[in-house]
């Protein structure tokens, strides 16, 4: 046997909760543009440092991982960090709450 046993358990949990952490990530980013739209801005920014949080955790749960099982979420992981960092930065812009590009 190559893994030790109850190692494909553990991978399989650790997939599932990366695929779970990165839905909310990008439900945080959607919850932070609809208060930044509302003009909140205090509130959207502190959905977005939950957003960062759960981006690092996505990214130590990758880390436990194997090389194939993280290959599989590079595009999506590095979507999600684009769309944090884009609503970041029209939150931070102080854009009275115009739409945000798609």
Excluded: C, Y
């Amino acid at each position: 046997m190559s893994h030790p046993v109850g190692s494909h358990v553990r991978n399989r949990i650790e997939v599932a909760f990366v695929e779970a952490d990165v839905e909310i990530g990008f439900n945080l980013v959607d919850m932070a543009e609809t208060e930044r739209g509302r003009g909140n801005p205090f509130l959207a920014a502190r959905v977005l440092e939950d957003a960062e949080d759960v981006f690092h955790d996505i990214q130590r749960r990758l880390d436990r991982l194997g090389v194939v099982e993280r290959g599989h979420f590079e595009a999506l992981v590095g979507e999600l960090r684009r769309e944090i960092d884009q609503a970041k930065a029209h939150n931070s812009s102080g854009d009275g709450g115009a739409s945000l590009p798609s």
